[in-house]
Protein backbone atom coordinates (compact mmCIF):
# COMPACT_ATOMS: atom_id res chain seq x y z
CA UNK A 1 0.00 0.00 0.00
CA UNK A 2 1.46 2.93 -1.29
CA UNK A 3 -0.04 5.30 2.19
CA UNK A 4 -0.05 3.91 5.73
CA UNK A 5 -2.71 2.87 6.87
CA UNK A 6 -4.30 4.87 9.87
CA UNK A 7 -5.31 2.03 12.31
CA UNK A 8 -7.27 1.79 16.03
CA UNK A 9 -6.17 -0.55 18.25
CA UNK A 10 -7.00 -0.61 21.71
CA UNK A 11 -3.31 -1.28 22.97
CA UNK A 12 -1.06 1.73 23.96
CA UNK A 13 2.07 -0.59 23.21
CA UNK A 14 0.94 -2.31 20.17
CA UNK A 15 3.66 -3.14 18.32
CA UNK A 16 4.86 -5.12 21.86
CA UNK A 17 1.68 -6.51 22.45
CA UNK A 18 1.40 -8.00 18.91
CA UNK A 19 4.77 -9.16 18.84
CA UNK A 20 5.92 -6.74 15.98
CA UNK A 21 3.58 -4.65 13.37
CA UNK A 22 3.67 -5.48 10.12
CA UNK A 23 4.72 -2.34 7.98
CA UNK A 24 2.14 0.20 6.33
CA UNK A 25 0.10 0.73 9.02
CA UNK A 26 0.09 4.18 10.98
CA UNK A 27 -1.62 3.45 14.49
CA UNK A 28 -3.05 6.00 17.27
CA UNK A 29 -4.43 4.27 20.85
CA UNK A 30 -8.18 4.06 21.41
CA UNK A 31 -9.97 2.16 24.19
CA UNK A 32 -12.98 4.55 24.82
CA UNK A 33 -13.36 8.01 26.22
CA UNK A 34 -11.58 10.92 24.12
CA UNK A 35 -11.27 9.82 20.48
CA UNK A 36 -8.00 10.11 18.60
CA UNK A 37 -8.14 12.99 16.01
CA UNK A 38 -8.04 10.59 13.37
CA UNK A 39 -11.56 9.81 13.15
CA UNK A 40 -12.27 10.87 9.62
CA UNK A 41 -8.98 8.80 8.17
CA UNK A 42 -9.06 5.76 10.45
CA UNK A 43 -9.19 2.83 8.08
CA UNK A 44 -8.87 -0.47 10.97
CA UNK A 45 -10.29 -0.63 13.69
CA UNK A 46 -9.49 -3.14 16.92
CA UNK A 47 -12.37 -2.29 20.01
CA UNK A 48 -11.27 -2.81 23.12
CA UNK A 49 -12.24 -5.99 24.38
CA UNK A 50 -14.04 -4.79 27.23
CA UNK A 51 -15.96 -1.46 27.68
CA UNK A 52 -19.06 0.48 27.19
CA UNK A 53 -21.27 0.64 23.89
CA UNK A 54 -19.79 3.73 22.50
CA UNK A 55 -16.75 1.50 21.16
CA UNK A 56 -19.46 0.08 18.68
CA UNK A 57 -21.43 3.80 18.12
CA UNK A 58 -18.29 5.03 17.04
CA UNK A 59 -18.21 3.08 13.82
CA UNK A 60 -20.88 5.04 12.15
CA UNK A 61 -19.29 8.03 12.50
CA UNK A 62 -15.75 6.75 10.83
CA UNK A 63 -16.21 7.57 7.11
CA UNK A 64 -13.31 6.15 5.59
CA UNK A 65 -13.97 2.95 7.53
CA UNK A 66 -12.83 -0.59 5.96
CA UNK A 67 -12.48 -2.90 8.25
CA UNK A 68 -13.68 -3.69 12.44
CA UNK A 69 -11.83 -6.67 14.04
CA UNK A 70 -13.35 -7.92 17.02
CA UNK A 71 -11.97 -9.29 20.81
CA UNK A 72 -15.18 -11.33 20.70
CA UNK A 73 -16.73 -14.34 19.12
CA UNK A 74 -20.21 -12.45 19.34
CA UNK A 75 -20.85 -9.36 17.41
CA UNK A 76 -24.07 -8.22 17.08
CA UNK A 77 -23.30 -5.29 19.29
CA UNK A 78 -21.71 -3.87 15.93
CA UNK A 79 -24.24 -4.40 13.22
CA UNK A 80 -26.47 -1.33 13.70
CA UNK A 81 -23.72 0.79 13.28
CA UNK A 82 -22.09 -0.86 10.30
CA UNK A 83 -21.76 1.10 7.17
CA UNK A 84 -21.99 0.26 3.65
CA UNK A 85 -18.84 -1.70 2.52
CA UNK A 86 -17.33 -2.27 6.04
CA UNK A 87 -15.87 -5.75 6.93
CA UNK A 88 -17.06 -6.80 10.34
CA UNK A 89 -14.77 -9.84 11.53
CA UNK A 90 -15.13 -11.38 14.70
CA UNK A 91 -12.34 -13.69 17.23
CA UNK A 92 -13.69 -16.95 15.92
CA UNK A 93 -11.29 -18.93 17.73
CA UNK A 94 -9.82 -16.94 20.13
CA UNK A 95 -12.07 -17.76 23.03
CA UNK A 96 -12.25 -21.65 22.42
CA UNK A 97 -10.01 -22.44 24.92
CA UNK A 98 -10.97 -20.04 27.70
CA UNK A 99 -14.98 -20.59 27.05
CA UNK A 100 -14.63 -24.51 26.89
CA UNK A 101 -12.49 -24.54 30.23
CA UNK A 102 -15.19 -22.36 32.14
CA UNK A 103 -17.69 -24.82 30.29
CA UNK A 104 -15.88 -27.63 32.14
CA UNK A 105 -15.25 -25.65 35.10
CA UNK A 106 -19.20 -25.00 35.51
CA UNK A 107 -20.81 -28.55 35.37
CA UNK A 108 -18.08 -29.81 37.69
CA UNK A 109 -18.60 -27.46 39.76
CA UNK A 110 -21.85 -27.46 40.07
CA UNK A 111 -22.45 -31.55 40.18
CA UNK A 112 -19.75 -31.93 42.85
CA UNK A 113 -21.56 -28.88 44.79
CA UNK A 114 -18.24 -26.58 45.13
CA UNK A 115 -20.32 -23.48 46.09
CA UNK A 116 -21.18 -25.82 49.28
CA UNK A 117 -17.57 -26.26 50.12
CA UNK A 118 -16.92 -22.48 49.82
CA UNK A 119 -19.44 -21.49 51.95
CA UNK A 120 -18.76 -24.28 54.37
CA UNK A 121 -15.10 -22.95 54.30
CA UNK A 122 -16.00 -19.60 54.67
CA UNK A 123 -17.92 -20.84 58.21
CA UNK A 124 -15.61 -22.91 59.87
CA UNK A 125 -17.84 -26.30 58.94
CA UNK A 126 -16.69 -29.89 58.25
CA UNK A 127 -19.90 -31.86 57.90
CA UNK A 128 -20.03 -35.10 59.27
CA UNK A 129 -22.55 -36.15 56.60
CA UNK A 130 -24.28 -35.24 53.65
CA UNK A 131 -27.44 -36.49 53.32
CA UNK A 132 -26.75 -37.38 49.52
CA UNK A 133 -23.80 -38.25 47.25
CA UNK A 134 -22.21 -35.84 44.30
CA UNK A 135 -23.17 -36.26 41.05
CA UNK A 136 -20.18 -37.42 38.65
CA UNK A 137 -20.08 -35.98 35.00
CA UNK A 138 -18.80 -39.53 34.55
CA UNK A 139 -21.79 -41.58 32.68
CA UNK A 140 -23.91 -38.43 31.89
CA UNK A 141 -24.71 -37.40 28.20
CA UNK A 142 -23.79 -33.67 27.75
CA UNK A 143 -25.86 -31.86 24.72
CA UNK A 144 -23.87 -29.05 22.78
CA UNK A 145 -26.15 -26.87 21.25
CA UNK A 146 -23.97 -24.64 18.94
CA UNK A 147 -21.20 -26.76 17.87
CA UNK A 148 -18.85 -24.99 16.13
CA UNK A 149 -15.01 -24.43 17.47
CA UNK A 150 -15.84 -23.80 21.20
CA UNK A 151 -17.94 -26.87 21.18
CA UNK A 152 -15.23 -29.28 19.09
CA UNK A 153 -12.44 -27.38 22.16
CA UNK A 154 -15.06 -28.41 24.85
CA UNK A 155 -15.74 -31.86 23.06
CA UNK A 156 -11.88 -32.37 23.59
CA UNK A 157 -11.98 -31.12 26.70
CA UNK A 158 -14.84 -33.69 28.01
CA UNK A 159 -13.18 -36.81 26.00
CA UNK A 160 -11.56 -37.43 29.92
CA UNK A 161 -14.93 -37.59 31.52
CA UNK A 162 -16.16 -41.00 30.43
CA UNK A 163 -18.99 -39.15 28.96
CA UNK A 164 -21.29 -39.20 25.94
CA UNK A 165 -21.61 -35.55 23.93
CA UNK A 166 -24.81 -35.20 21.33
CA UNK A 167 -23.49 -32.10 18.90
CA UNK A 168 -26.21 -29.71 17.80
CA UNK A 169 -25.91 -26.78 15.63
CA UNK A 170 -28.24 -24.85 12.94
CA UNK A 171 -27.67 -26.73 10.22
CA UNK A 172 -27.08 -30.51 10.16
CA UNK A 173 -23.68 -32.28 9.08
CA UNK A 174 -21.45 -35.32 9.72
CA UNK A 175 -22.24 -36.00 13.56
CA UNK A 176 -23.84 -32.95 14.00
CA UNK A 177 -27.43 -32.67 14.47
CA UNK A 178 -30.31 -30.05 13.17
CA UNK A 179 -31.21 -27.59 15.80
CA UNK A 180 -34.90 -28.75 14.44
CA UNK A 181 -34.07 -31.96 16.26
CA UNK A 182 -34.23 -31.17 19.87
CA UNK A 183 -37.08 -32.09 20.66
CA UNK A 184 -35.59 -36.03 20.64
CA UNK A 185 -32.52 -34.88 21.97
CA UNK A 186 -33.01 -32.78 24.92
CA UNK A 187 -34.70 -35.26 26.69
CA UNK A 188 -31.43 -37.72 26.43
CA UNK A 189 -29.64 -34.98 27.74
CA UNK A 190 -27.73 -35.06 31.78
CA UNK A 191 -26.25 -31.21 30.49
CA UNK A 192 -27.20 -29.09 28.08
CA UNK A 193 -24.54 -26.59 27.02
CA UNK A 194 -25.34 -23.33 25.11
CA UNK A 195 -22.75 -22.34 22.87
CA UNK A 196 -24.83 -20.37 20.33
CA UNK A 197 -24.69 -16.54 19.19
CA UNK A 198 -27.36 -14.10 20.06
CA UNK A 199 -29.41 -14.24 16.63
CA UNK A 200 -32.97 -13.48 15.91
CA UNK A 201 -33.14 -17.53 15.67
CA UNK A 202 -31.88 -17.62 18.99
CA UNK A 203 -33.04 -14.76 20.78
CA UNK A 204 -35.62 -16.41 23.66
CA UNK A 205 -34.56 -20.40 22.32
CA UNK A 206 -34.30 -21.55 25.54
CA UNK A 207 -38.04 -21.01 26.59
CA UNK A 208 -40.66 -22.70 28.49
CA UNK A 209 -41.17 -25.30 26.32
CA UNK A 210 -37.39 -25.90 25.69
CA UNK A 211 -36.85 -25.81 29.09
CA UNK A 212 -39.83 -28.32 30.15
CA UNK A 213 -38.61 -30.75 27.28
CA UNK A 214 -35.20 -31.14 29.14
CA UNK A 215 -35.22 -34.56 31.45
CA UNK A 216 -35.70 -34.06 34.89
CA UNK A 217 -33.07 -32.94 37.04
CA UNK A 218 -31.54 -31.83 33.87
CA UNK A 219 -28.02 -29.09 34.35
CA UNK A 220 -28.02 -26.08 31.88
CA UNK A 221 -24.60 -24.33 31.28
CA UNK A 222 -24.83 -20.78 29.43
CA UNK A 223 -21.57 -19.46 28.26
CA UNK A 224 -23.23 -18.03 25.38
CA UNK A 225 -25.18 -15.15 25.41
CA UNK A 226 -28.03 -13.90 28.21
CA UNK A 227 -30.83 -12.97 25.71
CA UNK A 228 -30.63 -16.88 24.73
CA UNK A 229 -32.60 -18.13 27.42
CA UNK A 230 -35.81 -16.14 28.91
CA UNK A 231 -35.09 -15.40 32.15
CA UNK A 232 -38.27 -15.92 33.78
CA UNK A 233 -39.08 -19.31 32.45
CA UNK A 234 -35.63 -20.18 33.78
CA UNK A 235 -36.34 -18.96 37.24
CA UNK A 236 -39.67 -20.86 37.22
CA UNK A 237 -38.02 -24.48 36.28
CA UNK A 238 -35.25 -23.58 39.56
CA UNK A 239 -37.57 -22.46 42.06
CA UNK A 240 -39.64 -25.74 41.66
CA UNK A 241 -36.39 -27.69 41.63
CA UNK A 242 -36.66 -29.42 38.93
CA UNK A 243 -33.92 -28.67 36.80
CA UNK A 244 -30.29 -26.83 37.78
CA UNK A 245 -28.03 -23.92 35.99
CA UNK A 246 -25.18 -22.59 35.88
CA UNK A 247 -24.71 -19.07 33.95
CA UNK A 248 -21.83 -16.97 32.58
CA UNK A 249 -24.27 -14.28 30.94
CA UNK A 250 -27.60 -13.28 32.09
CA UNK A 251 -30.59 -11.35 30.73
CA UNK A 252 -30.26 -8.61 31.75
CA UNK A 253 -26.44 -7.94 32.15
CA UNK A 254 -25.48 -6.83 34.18
CA UNK A 255 -27.84 -8.43 36.74
CA UNK A 256 -28.82 -5.51 39.09
CA UNK A 257 -28.68 -6.37 42.35
CA UNK A 258 -31.67 -7.29 44.13
CA UNK A 259 -32.42 -9.24 40.68
CA UNK A 260 -34.37 -12.88 41.56
CA UNK A 261 -31.67 -14.77 39.69
CA UNK A 262 -29.23 -13.81 42.74
CA UNK A 263 -31.29 -15.62 45.14
CA UNK A 264 -32.85 -18.72 42.89
CA UNK A 265 -31.55 -21.82 44.26
CA UNK A 266 -29.94 -24.35 41.74
CA UNK A 267 -28.14 -22.17 40.27
CA UNK A 268 -24.09 -21.48 39.87
CA UNK A 269 -23.74 -17.40 38.45
CA UNK A 270 -20.15 -16.65 36.82
CA UNK A 271 -20.27 -12.75 36.13
CA UNK A 272 -19.57 -12.71 32.39
CA UNK A 273 -15.64 -14.04 32.31
CA UNK A 274 -15.69 -17.03 29.91
CA UNK A 275 -12.81 -15.56 27.92
CA UNK A 276 -11.05 -13.49 30.44
CA UNK A 277 -8.42 -16.09 31.03
CA UNK A 278 -4.32 -15.95 30.16
CA UNK A 279 -5.17 -17.77 27.22
CA UNK A 280 -6.74 -14.98 25.70
CA UNK A 281 -3.72 -11.95 25.59
CA UNK A 282 -1.23 -14.77 23.28
CA UNK A 283 -4.51 -15.95 20.98
CA UNK A 284 -5.99 -12.53 20.09
CA UNK A 285 -2.57 -10.77 19.53
CA UNK A 286 -1.87 -13.53 16.96
CA UNK A 287 -5.14 -13.29 15.20
CA UNK A 288 -4.98 -9.25 15.22
CA UNK A 289 -1.62 -9.45 13.91
CA UNK A 290 -2.19 -11.76 11.29
CA UNK A 291 -5.37 -9.87 9.97
CA UNK A 292 -2.98 -6.69 9.60
CA UNK A 293 -0.76 -8.54 7.83
CA UNK A 294 -3.49 -9.89 5.29
CA UNK A 295 -4.58 -6.45 4.87
CA UNK A 296 -1.44 -5.28 3.95
CA UNK A 297 -0.18 -7.73 1.12
CA UNK A 298 -3.60 -8.17 -0.28
CA UNK A 299 -4.82 -11.71 1.30
CA UNK A 300 -8.00 -12.66 2.21
CA UNK A 301 -9.41 -12.05 5.85
CA UNK A 302 -10.36 -14.51 8.34
CA UNK A 303 -13.70 -14.91 10.10
CA UNK A 304 -15.27 -12.52 8.16
CA UNK A 305 -19.11 -11.95 9.68
CA UNK A 306 -20.35 -9.03 8.15
CA UNK A 307 -19.73 -6.66 4.97
CA UNK A 308 -17.43 -7.85 2.02
CA UNK A 309 -15.09 -10.34 1.87
CA UNK A 310 -11.70 -7.87 2.03
Known sequence: MAD??????????????????PAGFDVEYFAGGDRPPSLDTVEFYVPS??????LAEVVAEMPALKVVQTQTAGFENFLPYLGEGVTLCNARGVHDASTAE??????????RNLPRAVRNQELGIWPSS??????????????ILGYGSIGEAL????????????????????????????????PQADVVVLLTPATDETRGLVDEKFLATMKDGALLINVARGVIVNTDALLAELVSGRLRA?????????????????????LLINPHRGGASTAFA??????????????ATGVPLI???????R
Open 49 to 54: YMGGPE
Open 130 to 143: YDEMDDSLADRTVL
Open 303 to 309: NVVAGPP
Open 282 to 295: PRVARLVRAQLERY
Open 102 to 111: LAVGLILASY
Open 4 to 21: AVKTWLPWQDADSFLGGL
Open 246 to 266: AVDVTDPEPLPAGHPLWSAPN
Open 155 to 186: ERRLAGFECSVLRVARRPRDGVSPITDLPTLL
